[in-house]
Structures are given as structure tokens and as C-alpha cells.
């Protein structure tokens, strides 16, 4: 597209505008109603398709997102309570999950 100035950029929008204006006072209210009821199908159609853009790529992210690996309850080997680390506070033993064994 060729380079076009802010001025006649918003000229062509005022045309744009005028022209459409013009087709709408030409328009039986029965026609302006139809093509009102077109435009708000065609909303609404967009709306579903952009809505199903974003439900996909959330699950698309979701899916991709690495999963977080909780720490057991307990110690496997000695049955201590398990604190956040990767070993065990009391024996020492590494507290491993079936994820990440």
C-alpha cells in the first residue's frame, strides 16, 4: 500500500462515512432492519470464533506448561513427614515421587 498522510487518511474515513450514511437514508426500515440483524449475526459469529481462539490457545498453554511436581507427604523410606526439600530432614533418604523416580 502506497504511503498515505494522516490528512488523507481521514479524509478517506469522512468519504467512507458519508458514503455509508448516504446507503442507510436510502434504505427502507425494513431493509435497515435485515441488514442490522446481519451485522449483529455476523458479531456475534466473530465473537464465538475469537472466544474459541482463546479457549485454544489457553489449553494449548496449559498443556505445554511444565507440570509441577508435588513433594510426597511422607518419607518412603522412613515415613517421616516431608518437609519442601528433595531429601529427607531425618534419614536423609531423597523424597522422590512417581513422576520424577
Not at 7 to 34: C, S, W
Not at 61 to 67: F, L
Request: aromatic share 2%; hydrophobic share 35%; proline share 6%.
Amino acid at each position: 500500500m502506497a504511503d498515505i498522510s494522516r490528512e488523507e487518511l481521514e479524509k478517506m474515513i469522512e468519504k467512507a462515512k458519508r458514503e455509508q450514511q448516504a446507503m442507510l437514508d436510502r434504505m427502507t426500515p425494513e431493509e435497515r432492519e435485515a441488514a442490522e440483524l446481519r451485522a449483529k449475526k455476523l458479531i456475534e459469529e466473530d465473537n464465538a470464533r475469537m472466544q474459541k481462539l482463546i479457549d485454544d490457545a489457553a489449553a494449548m498453554s496449559a498443556a505445554s506448561a511444565p507440570k509441577e511436581k508435588k513433594a510426597p507427604g511422607f518419607c518412603p523410606n522412613c515415613g517421616a513427614p516431608a518437609d519442601s526439600g528433595k531429601f529427607c530432614s531425618f534419614c536423609g533418604s531423597p523424597l522422590t515421587t512417581a513422576d520424577n523416580s
